[in-house]
């Protein structure tokens, strides 16, 4: 009998040290998400004005701007800030933005290899 109540308040001990854990670990992944994100430097900011904002910033194209915001830039956290930088490097190395049709009509919207990348070194340092 005397067993029984041991063992049942080791079990609630460790259910408890369970969930302190557990409650620890979300706190800390949340803190992460919640940490505000930088501005886009001036260097990116001046190939985005150049080749990707008439589509992908205010006023531009509904589904563009539902992969990419560029004026919502500010107001995202710094972890969704590294994962669109990524894509933007992707994006722009495998020559998929801006899309076809424009780099055929203008041509000087494409971005050269030099800045490709510019974009891919910042789209890493803020990994
Ligand atoms: C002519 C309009 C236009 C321009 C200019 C443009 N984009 Fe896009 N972009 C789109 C559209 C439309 C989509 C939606 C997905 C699709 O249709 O492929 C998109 C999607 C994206 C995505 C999300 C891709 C995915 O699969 O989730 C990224 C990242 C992106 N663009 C980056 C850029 C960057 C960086 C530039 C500038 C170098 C740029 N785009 C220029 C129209 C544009």
Redesign the pocket.
């Known amino acids: 009998m005397k067993k029984a109540i041991i063992n049942t308040f080791a079990i609630l001990g460790l259910v408890f040290l369970t969930s302190m854990f557990f409650n620890h670990s979300t706190a800390q992944s949340s803190a992460k998400k919640s940490i505000e994100g930088k501005p886009i430097s001036a260097g990116i900011m001046e190939?985005?004005e150049k080749?990707?904002v008439?589509?992908?910033s205010e006023g531009g194209?509904g589904?563009?701007m539902m992969?990419?915001n560029l004026s919502d830039w500010n107001n995202i956290s710094m972890e969704k800030q590294a994962g669109?930088a990524k894509?933007?490097c992707?994006?722009?190395s495998k020559g998929m933005?801006?899309?076809k049709k424009?780099r055929e009509k203008q041509a000087d919207?494409v971005?050269s290899q030099e800045e490709v990348k510019t974009?891919c070194h910042w789209a890493q340092s803020i990994q």
């Open positions: 190939i985005a080749s990707c008439k589509c992908h194209k589904i563009a992969h990419l669109k894509e933007m992707k994006m722009v933005m801006p899309k424009i919207g971005p974009i």
